[in-house]
């Protein structure tokens, strides 16, 4: 289940918190990025658009999207605003270090990066 956190003190990249909830108009470039997102919410994934549809997600919808360093378009969706509360999708997937592109070897304990 998604960790929701509730307040005005999020700290991330987006303007404000929005005030209800919302989502981009259906049939527009925003609205597809934003299902492809959420569809692969809390992984890392190659995203087709372009970056200023991304920065819009994060400033006028709500949506905190993390660019994965030294991955060209690789993005994760972290999670997002709904009306005061922030829905982190993190908190969704079973292994916390799949999340970030590290697995564990198992035979060792050790880590390494994924592909």
Not at 23 to 30: D, F, I, N, R, V
Not at 46 to 60: M, Q, V
Not at 85 to 104: A, C, H, M
């Amino acid at each position: 289940m998604a960790r929701v956190k509730s307040g005005h003190d999020h700290g991330f990249r987006s303007l404000a918190i929005v005030t209800e909830t919302k989502l981009p108009k259906e049939g527009t470039k925003l609205r597809e990025c934003y299902d492809f997102l959420y569809v692969n919410r809390g992984r890392r994934v190659k995203c087709p658009y372009a970056a200023s549809i991304l920065r819009d997600l994060e400033d006028f919808y709500g949506c905190q999207i993390k660019r994965v360093p030294f991955q060209p378009r690789v993005v994760v969706l972290l999670g997002e605003w709904r009306s005061e509360n922030y829905v982190d999708y993190l908190t969704d997937e079973s292994d916390p270090l799949d999340r970030v592109g590290i697995q564990r070897v198992r035979d060792s304990g050790s880590l390494s990066e994924k592909d």
